[in-house]
C-alpha cells in the first residue's frame, strides 16, 4: 500500500462549542470508528448509566485506553481522507490543549478552530486561535459548528464568518487563505457530505477542506532535535528514551550528544511502533537503545542532538510573549513555569524590554514597569536550571514555551535570542 502524506491536526475552541462532537462524528464518517466499534460504545455507555449516546465519548473511551496503555504509542487518533491520513491532537480542555501543543507529542500542522454557530466567539476561541499564531500554526480551517441549532441559518453564518475574518485579521492570519465552514458535529451536516439542510453551502465539506491543506516540507535539513518524553530501562535491551524527532535525521550508529547533562552516547538501534528502523525523521515517534548512558542520567525534557551542531542550553534567552491572562500583573522577578518541548522548568522573567503592538511589531512602550492581560512583550528570561531552547531564525520547532502558575496558562511565546551556558 503507497503510504499517504501525514498531517497532525489539533482540534481547538471554546469548551462546549462542539470540538468532540465533531470529532467523534468524522471519525465514525472517515470509517476510522466502525460499526462494530459503536456498538461497543454503546454498550459501555449503558454500562456507565448513561441513556444517551453522544460523538463525543468515541474520543473519551480513547482516552481511558491510552491512560492503560504504554506512552510508548503515543495513541492518538487517525483518520484517512482520500489524499492524506491525519494524526489528530486530541485537546479536551484548555490545560491540556496547551500541554499538547507545545510540550505535547506533537507539532501541528493545520489547527481546526471550532465556534459555535449560537454563541459566536468567545475568550477562549480568541486565546486559542492567538496561541496557534504564536506556536506557529500556519494553516487553519475555522468550522462554523452546531449549525443545526442556528436553524441552519445562512444569515447567522455569514454573521459569524466576518466576526471570525475580522478578528483573525487582527492577530496576523492572512483571511483570504482560510476556509471557513458551516457545519453540524451532531448530525453530521457537511463533515464528509454536502449537507441536504444547507442547500445554500456552494463550498467544501469539512473533509474536502482538509484535502486542500498543504504538507509542510519536514524539517531534515535541521541539525538534529529529539526531545525525550520518556526514558526506559529494558532489560536485556538498555537504555532507551522515548520522543518525537522534531528536526534533523537520527540513524542507527550515531553518536550522539543529550543536553543539559552533556552526555555523549551511540545509538544501538531506533525503533517505532515495535519496528527497527535504519533511521527516523521529523514527526516519527521512537524509542531509541543508547549505548553509554544509564537511564538515571537521562529524563524527560532533555534533547538529543548530534555532537556537531548540540542543542543549545540557555543561561538567559529574549523572547517575545503574550499575557492570555493574569489576575493582576506581572513584574520583573516573577518565576512561573515555562513549558518548552518536553521540558518543565520554573524561569524567572528578569527584565521586560519593551511593550509592542502585535498586529505591526512596532515598540509601544520600552522598559515598561508590568505586564498585564492582553499586552505582548519582548522579555528576557533567566532559566532557574539548565534547559534547552532554540532561538526561532534557528530551530523555530524547538522556540516556543507556554508559561503556567496557579493551574493557568499564564502566557505563550517564541525565544529570539540565547545566551548559551557555557
Not at 467523534?24 to 466502525?34: C, F, I, K, M, N
Not at 460499526?35 to 448509566?49: H, M, N, R, V, Y
Request: glycine share 6%; hydrophobic share 40%.
Amino acid at each position: 500500500m503507497e503510504k499517504k502524506p501525514h498531517l497532525n491536526l489539533i482540534f481547538v475552541g471554546h469548551v462546549d462549542h462542539g470540538k468532540s462532537t465533531t470529532v467523534g462524528r468524522l471519525l465514525y464518517e472517515t470509517g476510522a470508528v466502525t460499526d462494530q466499534d459503536l456498538e461497543k460504545f454503546k454498550k459501555e455507555i449503558q454500562a456507565l448509566g448513561k441513556t444517551t449516546f453522544e460523538w463525543a465519548f468515541i474520543l473519551d473511551v480513547s482516552k481511558d485506553e491510552r491512560l492503560r496503555g504504554m506512552t510508548i504509542d503515543l495513541a492518538h487518533r487517525r483518520f484517512d481522507t482520500k489524499k492524506y491520513y491525519f494524526t489528530i491532537i486530541d485537546a479536551p480542555g484548555h490545560v491540556d490543549f496547551v500541554k499538547n501543543m507545545i510540550t505535547g507529542a506533537s507539532q501541528a500542522d493545520a489547527a481546526v478552530l471550532v465556534i459555535d454557530a449560537v454563541d459566536g466567539i468567545q475568550p477562549q476561541t480568541r486565546e486559542h486561535a492567538y496561541l496557534c499564531k504564536v506556536l506557529g500554526v500556519k494553516q487553519l480551517i475555522v468550522a462554523i459548528s452546531k449549525m443545526d441549532a442556528a436553524n441552519y441559518d445562512e444569515k447567522r453564518f455569514n454573521q459569524v464568518r466576518d466576526e471570525v475574518q475580522k478578528f483573525l485579521k487582527t492577530i496576523g492570519y492572512d483571511v483570504s487563505k482560510i476556509q471557513i465552514i458551516p457545519i453540524s458535529g451532531l448530525k453530521g451536516d457537511n463533515l464528509v457530505k454536502p449537507s441536504e439542510n444547507m442547500k445554500w453551502w456552494k463550498g467544501p465539506t469539512l473533509v474536502e477542506a482538509l484535502d486542500n491543506l498543504q504538507v509542510p516540507e519536514p524539517p531534515i535539513n535541521l541539525p538534529l532535535r529529539m526531545p525525550i518524553q520518556e526514558v526506559y530501562s529494558i532489560t536485556g535491551v538498555g537504555t532507551v528514551p522515548v520522543g518525537r524527532v522534531v528536526t534533523g535525521r537520527l540513524r542507527e550508529n550515531d553518536k550522539v550528544i543529550i543536553q543539559p547533562p552533556n552526555l555523549i552516547a551511540e545509538v544501538k538501534s531506533i525503533e517505532m511502533h515495535h519496528e527497527r528502523l535504519p533511521e527516523a525523521i521529523p514527526g516519527d515517534n521512537v524509542g531509541v537503545n543508547l549505548r553509554g548512558v544509564t537511564k538515571e542520567q537521562l529524563k524527560r525534557g532533555d534533547v538529543i542532538g548530534h555532537p556537531e551542531d548540540p542543542p543549545t542550553v540557555a543561561k538567559e534567552f529574549t523572547a517575545q510573549m503574550v499575557v492570555l491572562y493574569h489576575p493582576t500583573m506581572i513584574t520583573a522577578g516573577y518565576t512561573p513555569v515555562f513549558h518548552m518541548h518536553t521540558a518543565q522548568v520554573a524561569c524567572k522573567i528578569k527584565k521586560i524590554l519593551k511593550k509592542i503592538d502585535p498586529r505591526t511589531g512596532e515598540t509601544i512602550e520600552e522598559n515598561p514597569e508590568s505586564l498585564k492581560t492582553g499586552d505582548v512583550a519582548v522579555i528576557v528570561v533567566e532559566p532557574t536550571k539548565p534547559v534547552v531552547i532554540e532561538k526561532k531564525d534557528k530551530i523555530p520547532q524547538l522556540a516556543s514555551f507556554a508559561i503556567r502558575d496557579m493551574g493557568r496558562t499564564i502566557g505563550a511565546g517564541v525565544c529570539i535570542d540565547v545566551v548559551p551556558l557555557k
